[in-house]
């Protein structure tokens, strides 16, 4: 059941998209969770952010819808960015932001995984804009999130400006610290920017691992991208939802 999010606001009851064990001929049953994802779609597309999850018992199918539902996404709007990342139950709370900088490093450039060649085609053609993006809207973001020698690599298939403006942001973050609230607010502006030229699907899979960092940055974000053209999404498994260190379910 898919309750409708108010702009700007998280709902007190999450929109769920909530899944039977996977048929054995992919997605015979599922299209009614792609068409309320396509509806969420359509929102964010119109300028009007949205969150949604998805969530299902072990080996029902909520990878694999979510990456259907990118595929055929990415299929339909030739502007679309799409970004995933995952959290891992052997690191738990001991590997912070771990989806949110697996999707940073994915639009930076970072294509492994990323078999669709179309797909990583379209995350080339974007780079410069991104870099650069990123650069002006989240240097302390940058160095916390992304490890330098990967925006070097991106930045040298850019020319020397861009790797002009590398050099300079590397000189600043070394002299960098900031708080968790601020780098939340340079991941937001980060998006917001990207999402005024290329309209973008962030992908979260196996939430029910995330720790304490990544939960409160989702959060951030699902109360302040507002008018972005972005659809956060994200998977877990009621079930298995990790404790704290106090016993806690997140």
Same mark, same amino acid.
Not at 8 to 19: A, E, K, M, Q, R
Not at 148 to 167: I, P
């Given at each position: 059941?898919?309750?409708?999010?108010?702009?700007?606001?998280?709902?007190?009851?999450?929109?769920?998209?909530?899944?039977?064990?996977?048929?054995?001929?992919?997605?015979?049953?599922?299209?009614?969770?792609?068409?309320?994802?396509?509806?969420?779609?359509?929102?964010?597309?119109?300028?009007?952010?949205?969150? +949604?999850?998805?969530?299902?018992?072990?080996?029902?199918?909520?990878?694999?819808?979510?990456?259907?539902?990118?595929?055929?996404?990415?299929?339909?709007?030739?502007?679309?960015?799409?970004?995933?990342?995952?959290?891992?139950?052997?690191?738990?709370?001991?590997?912070?932001?771990?989806?949110?900088?697996?999707?940073?490093?994915?639009?930076?450039?970072?294509?492994?995984?990323?078999?669709?060649?179309?797909?990583?085609?379209? %995350?080339?053609?974007?780079?410069?804009?991104?870099?650069?993006?990123?650069?002006?809207?989240?240097?302390?973001?940058?160095?916390?999130?992304?490890?330098?020698?990967?925006?070097?690599?991106? +930045?040298?298939?850019?020319?020397?400006?861009?790797?002009?403006?590398?050099?300079?942001?590397?000189?600043?973050?070394?002299?960098?610290?900031?708080?968790?609230? +601020?780098?939340?607010?340079?991941?937001?502006?980060?998006?917001?920017? %990207?999402?005024?030229?290329?309209?973008?699907?962030?992908?979260?899979?196996?939430?029910?691992?995330?720790?304490?960092?990544? %939960?409160?940055?989702?959060?951030?974000?699902?109360?302040?991208?507002?008018?972005?053209?972005?659809?956060?999404?994200?998977?877990?498994?009621?079930?298995?939802?990790?404790?704290?260190?106090?016993?806690?379910?997140?």
């Amino acid at each position: 059941e898919v309750a409708q999010p108010q702009t700007g606001t998280v709902p007190l009851s999450p929109p769920t998209v909530s899944l039977s064990p996977l048929p054995s001929t992919p997605f015979v049953g599922f299209e009614s969770e792609l068409a309320q994802l396509d509806r969420h779609l359509a929102a964010a597309l119109s300028g009007h952010a949205r969150v +949604a999850f998805i969530s299902g018992e072990a080996g029902g199918g909520k990878t694999t819808l979510l990456a259907e539902f990118i595929r055929r996404a990415l299929g339909t709007h030739g502007d679309l960015l799409a970004a995933s990342g995952g959290c891992n139950a052997q690191f738990g709370y001991g590997d912070p932001y771990l989806p949110f900088r697996q999707a940073l490093h994915a639009l930076t450039g970072d294509l492994e995984g990323i078999q669709d060649e179309e797909h990583a085609r379209r %995350i080339r053609s974007a780079l410069p804009f991104v870099l650069e993006t990123l650069l002006a809207q989240g240097p302390n973001l940058a160095s916390a999130f992304l490890p330098l020698e990967a925006l070097s690599r991106g +930045a040298f298939r850019l020319g020397e400006e861009t790797a002009d403006a590398l050099a300079k942001f590397e000189a600043r973050a070394a002299d960098s610290q900031s708080g968790q609230l +601020a780098l939340f607010d340079e991941f937001t502006r980060v998006l917001v920017a %990207i999402s005024r030229r290329y309209p973008l699907i962030l992908a979260l899979d196996d939430l029910q691992w995330a720790d304490q960092g990544s %939960i409160s940055l989702f959060f951030h974000l699902a109360r302040n991208l507002r008018e972005a053209r972005v659809l956060l999404v994200g998977n877990y498994r009621p079930e298995e939802i990790a404790l704290d260190r106090n016993g806690k379910r997140h």
